[in-house]
């Protein structure tokens, strides 16, 4: 299956996803968004768990969505830690703490992108598109 949204044809079956995310609301969200893509998505709930699966994958993921404010490991910090070992993975921080010291701190630390809750759909998806390479994306034209 394909989603076509506005100027975007995507399909993301081939692959994955790593949602970092406390709130059950805001995974919920993302993955509604998301779930016509086709993207595998993990979802993972602080930043200890998250550094344990990273540790323990190959490779974990086309593309992180990472949220700050999260227990046992802040955002920053497990950020920080993927992107010593796997630098080519896109992070892309999501948070509703929106200071311009925090986003400061977000890029310093390697994150990809910074985006703020809440996201729109457009947004989210056009974020991912441009971080990750995917076989029969295009955009989308009309006839």
């Known amino acids: 299956m394909s989603l076509i949204y506005r100027d975007l044809l995507v399909d993301w079956k081939d692959k994955k996803l790593i949602i970092v995310e406390d709130d059950e609301a805001g995974y919920q969200y993302f993955e509604s968004l998301l779930r016509k893509t086709g993207i595998q998505i993990m979802w993972i709930k602080n930043g200890l768990d998250f550094i344990n699966y990273i540790q323990s994958h190959d490779k974990p993921a086309d593309v992180i969505l990472m ?3 999260i227990p046992l490991k ?3 910090d497990a950020m920080r830690f993927v992107k ?3 630098p080519g993975i896109p992070v ?3 948070t509703a703490y929106a200071s ?32 990750i390479e995917v076989k029969g994306v295009r955009k989308y034209q009309e006839t």
């Open 67 to 69: 949220d700050i404010l």
């Open 74 to 76: 802040n955002g920053i």
């Open 84 to 86: 010593k070992e796997y």
């Open 92 to 94: 892309i921080i999501v």
């Open 100 to 131: 311009r010291e925090i986003r400061e701190k977000s890029f310093l630390n390697g994150c990809d992108a910074y985006l703020t809750k809440p996201v729109l759909p457009h947004t989210l998806l056009k974020t991912i598109h441009d971080f």
